[in-house]
């Protein structure tokens, strides 16, 4: 089976529901702590084994591509006044060269547009796809698991997560398989996807 080296990152959405502080950054470089939302995403994807990340951008994001580059005039500033520990927390985060790549999103037309975007880069191998806007901690990192349950299982792995009844109609909603026994890996099988059904008629109360 062929091992899952490569993630895609959609960061292209437009954050209405960050405004008015997205208005001006993007909403996955809003800061949790010291760092932007995104750095999460990237740590927990190098964490789990993948080695390049695709991020699909959209207009008005370059903000994004900076911030995994070089800024040279910021580090040897920073090098210059003796900040050696910030500089070394910068080098840390930034990725090593031809660890990530960057397409455009022309028009928003979904995310499954935005991750048909990367095709070109991603070929014919498995990819994982990781949202930004969804911070989730754990030890080990949630896309360890899913790429382990991959690895025994085969097929697709989406992660949910069980959500009030009355949230049904904000998220999609998976038909368990079998009524829901899970495997001894916390795993269990899904029939289809309900896109924002109401909560009477939604077929479980797990939400990807």
């Known amino acids: 089976m062929t091992r899952v080296r490569t993630?895609?990152?959609?960061?292209?959405?437009?954050?209405?529901?960050?405004?008015p502080a997205s208005k001006a950054t993007p909403k996955v470089l809003l800061p949790i702590l010291d760092r932007p939302l995104v750095q999460y995403a990237v740590d927990e994807a190098f964490a789990a084994g993948i080695e390049s990340i695709v991020f699909v951008t959209g207009r008005g994001q370059d903000a994004i591509v900076d911030y995994f580059d070089l800024n040279l005039e910021l580090e040897t500033t920073l090098r210059e006044r003796g900040k050696h520990q910030l500089l070394a927390s910068l080098e840390e985060l930034r990725p090593s060269d031809g660890q990530v790549a960057f397409v455009r999103q022309i028009e928003p037309l979904g995310l499954g547009h935005a991750v048909w975007c990367a095709r070109e880069i991603v070929g014919?191998?498995?990819?994982?796809?990781l949202l930004p806007d969804e911070l989730?901690?754990?030890?080990?990192?949630s896309l360890a698991e899913m790429i382990?349950?991959?690895?025994?299982?085969?097929g697709s792995v989406i992660l949910v997560d069980?959500?009030?009844?009355?949230?049904?109609?904000?998220?999609?909603?998976?038909?368990?398989?079998?009524?829901?026994?899970g495997a001894a890996d916390g795993s269990i099988g899904v029939t289809s996807v309900v896109e924002?059904?109401?909560?009477?008629?939604a077929p479980s109360r797990l939400a990807i």
């Open 7 to 19: 993630a895609v990152l959609p960061v292209a959405g437009l954050g209405t529901r960050f405004l």
């Open 124 to 129: 014919d191998e498995p990819f994982a796809v």
């Open 136 to 141: 989730i901690l754990g030890d080990p990192p």
């Open 148 to 154: 382990a349950v991959r690895d025994r299982h085969g």
């Open 162 to 181: 069980e959500v009030e009844p009355e949230d049904t109609d904000r998220y999609g909603i998976v038909r368990p398989d079998g009524g829901g026994e």
């Open 196 to 201: 924002k059904p109401p909560p009477s008629e």
